[in-house]
């Protein structure tokens, strides 16, 4: 799984030792993290249009232009499970990071342990909420995490996946991205359908009805599987309560 890290700080001096930290923990940790930096929230706006597949963001809070505070508004909106973390040379806007759930904000100058503990809390949170990470058939890279998905749906040379109100075109066979998925959340019902448990809502001999109301199909020869999933998933939900 690859970590995508940008960092936006208009200061090259700053963001070049940012990129070390970041480089040195990703090599102690054994995890593969990409490292961007990006001297303006302009330049990131623009990069985060063409890939919303940010793990996290070190974003500088006064910069030339556009402040991190408001790219950071931006960016939540779009993106709830995105990381920021904010750098700052003043203590005084805690208040602005608790407005855009940040992981934290750090003073300059950046101590390593703490960018490090920062970063430990960043992976950790990700770990819990695994996410796929696509390639739509327009070519635009989309990060989805896997207890969004109601459903996925295949045809003849792509996957239709079903998240939020959302769904992204993916060209791949639905085995292969079946073999992604966590096993318990999810069940396959028919040679072209794949249920998400935590989004069904009554199960039929012929379908599994979801919370919105949409029908999966489910083949005979699959019925044993999905009623065992989704009693299975239910009384493990209900365990957990």
Same mark, same amino acid.
């Given at each position: 799984m690859l970590l995508k890290a940008a960092i936006c700080d208009d200061e090259p001096q700053q963001a070049g030792m940012l990129e070390k930290y970041v480089a040195e923990w990703a090599a102690?940790?054994? %995890?593969?993290?990409?490292?961007?930096?990006?001297?303006?929230?302009?330049?990131?706006?623009? /990069?985060?249009?063409?890939?919303?597949?940010?793990? %996290?963001?070190?974003?500088?809070?006064?910069?030339?232009?556009?402040?991190?505070?408001?790219? /950071?508004k931006y960016l939540r909106e779009m993106d709830e499970k995105l990381e920021i973390l904010f750098i700052t040379a003043l203590p005084d806007y805690i208040e602005e990071g608790y407005d855009v759930a940040a992981l934290h904000y750090l003073l300059k100058p950046v101590k390593k342990d703490k960018l490090f503990q920062c970063l430990d809390k960043a992976v950790k949170k990700d770990v819990k909420e695994s996410y796929l990470l696509l390639t739509t058939v327009e070519g635009e890279r989309v990060r989805v995490f896997q207890k969004d998905i109601s459903y996925i749906e295949a045809f003849a040379h792509t996957v239709q996946i079903h998240f939020k109100g959302e769904t992204a075109q993916v060209r791949c066979g639905i085995r292969a991205l079946e073999e992604q998925l966590e096993g318990g959340r999810f069940v396959r019902c028919h040679r072209s359908y794949i249920a998400g448990l935590g989004f069904a809502a009554r199960l039929k001999k012929t379908e599994l009805l979801l919370d919105d109301g949409t029908a999966i199909p489910i083949s005979r020869r699959l019925f044993p599987e999905v009623n065992r999933a989704f009693v299975s998933y239910y009384l493990r939900e209900e365990q957990e309560v």
């Open positions: 102690n940790s054994g %995890l593969p993290v990409q490292i961007k930096i990006f001297p303006s929230a302009e330049a990131f706006r623009f /990069a985060w249009e063409e890939e919303k597949d940010w793990w %996290l963001i070190l974003l500088d809070i006064q910069m030339q232009g556009e402040n991190g505070v408001s790219l /950071a």
